[in-house]
């Protein structure tokens, strides 16, 4: 069975600090895909990143960053010099075959 | 990235009455489309697959004589919840996904439905 775990629910931080925003999955298929999503108060999901099982390399986009961890079933997202913008609710999601597992969700909010 | 839009964005309706929620791709076509429920402060669940031409398969738990979905053509899905009550207040939000790999899914931007 797959499974997306985001052990954090709610998250505070103070503008311009960084923060990491965990994302557990579990699946026995050796294809499969992670994604984070972004759900700003307007509830429209906003696409931030792609990635399939056969590629560990971590990205940078800006101020933000992943680090895949196949190891540890790890795909943690790390925002940093954080927004007041960046307050939302960041969802890790799995997909095997064609369907979604979702986490249940980070509320994240930035304190200005 | 393709685009999918739902209409309306937003509803209000009374009690008893059925509502009507469409999911179009607007620049490729969709073989399958998903639905998903979500309640305030709770994650994306997903209530039924629907693939062009045939019937929707349902998650358990769904009601699919209450949530009707229609898949009638390669770029439109509909979701009629019908007799709908306060309890089926929510957020839905459809994806779509093309002929191309199974990670190009595309979310649409939801339907805030409430009942009174």
């Known amino acids: 069975a797959q499974k997306v775990t985001q052990a954090q629910t709610e998250i505070s931080v103070v503008e311009k600090e960084d923060v990491t925003l965990d994302c557990v999955y579990e699946t026995r298929d050796t294809t499969y895909y992670l994604f984070w999503y972004k759900q700003p108060p307007s509830g429209e999901l906003v696409f931030l990143i792609r990635r399939n099982s056969f590629d560990e390399q971590n990205e940078i986009s800006g101020r933000y960053s992943w680090n895949f961890q196949k190891s540890t079933s790890s795909f943690n997202f790390t925002i940093t010099a954080s927004q007041v913008v960046d307050s939302a609710v960041y969802f890790c999601a799995l997909i095997v075959g064609n369907q979604f597992y979702f986490g249940t969700g980070t509320s994240l909010t930035v304190i200005p | 990235g393709a685009v999918v839009s739902q209409h309306p964005s937003r509803v209000i309706c009374k009690s008893g009455t059925s509502v009507k929620i469409e999911c179009r791709s607007l620049?490729?076509?969709?073989?399958?489309m998903f639905w998903y429920r979500q309640f305030p402060k709770q994650s994306l669940m997903l209530m039924a697959t629907?693939?062009?031409?045939?019937?929707?398969?349902?998650e358990q738990g769904v009601e699919k004589d209450k949530f009707l979905i229609n898949h009638a053509s390669l770029t439109l899905s509909t979701l009629t919840v019908t007799s709908a009550h306060p309890e089926d207040s929510s957020f839905y939000i459809c994806?779509?996904?093309?002929?191309?790999?199974?990670?190009?899914?595309?979310f649409g931007p939801g339907t805030r439905l409430t009942v009174t």
């Open positions: 629907s693939n062009e031409g045939s019937k929707a398969t349902y």
């Open positions: 994806s779509a996904h093309g002929l191309a790999a199974s990670y190009e899914q595309y």
């Open positions: 620049d490729f076509q969709a073989t399958t």
